[in-house]
């Protein structure tokens, strides 16, 4: 038979596991945190393709939405993408107002915000500056969009090489 102090070492042992366990589920998410300070986090990535120009790619993601979405810019080509992650759907959109539709790859870890685009650059997020809500609604083009995207899909735009986020699509 249990002795009376073995009862009251295992009530102690079980009260502080239970609370052990109901502390961490408390706890709340560094990233939730995160999500809460910043709905919307930007970063501003400048890479190089092997078969393109130098690009400027300015990306978004939205933990509250949990879409991403980047703007795209060669200079000569430019285009946005619509990631929506819950549904591994990637939406881009030429200048023109084209849309594809193509599958996406996994959604990013939500405590990771990076991600890899049709062209594979990982996009990093950690120098957050707010806004704009409108990057994550794709146009109406898009949601009957089936048709694949051809490779490579982009076309020299005959419109000034560059043009002001804040414009594009509007």
């Keep these: 038979m249990i002795s009376q102090s073995m009862k009251c070492f295992l009530t102690i042992v079980l009260l502080y596991v239970v609370q052990a366990a109901y502390a961490t589920k408390a706890t709340p998410d560094r ?4 999500a809460e300070q910043f709905q919307t986090s930007f970063g501003v990535l400048e890479t190089s393709y092997d078969q393109y120009e130098e690009g400027l790619l300015t990306c978004a993601f939205d933990f509250k939405s ?14 946005k993408t619509y990631l929506l992650v819950d549904k ?23 405590c990771v915000p990076e991600f890899s ?8 997020f950690t120098d957050s500056v707010s806004d704009p809500d409108y990057w994550f609604v794709p146009p109406a083009s898009c949601s009957n969009a089936t048709q694949q995207v051809p490779k490579p899909f982009l076309k020299r735009l005959n419109v000034l090489k560059r043009l002001r986020a804040a414009t594009f699509f509007l």
């Design 31 to 34: 990233c939730c945190i995160q």
């Design 66 to 79: 949990n879409q991403f979405g980047c703007d795209v810019d060669y200079g000569s080509y430019r285009y």
């Design 88 to 110: 591994d759907v990637e939406y881009i959109v030429e200048e023109d107002s084209t849309c594809y539709e193509q599958w996406a790859d996994p959604a990013p870890l939500r």
């Design 117 to 124: 685009t049709l062209y594979g650059t990982a996009m990093n």
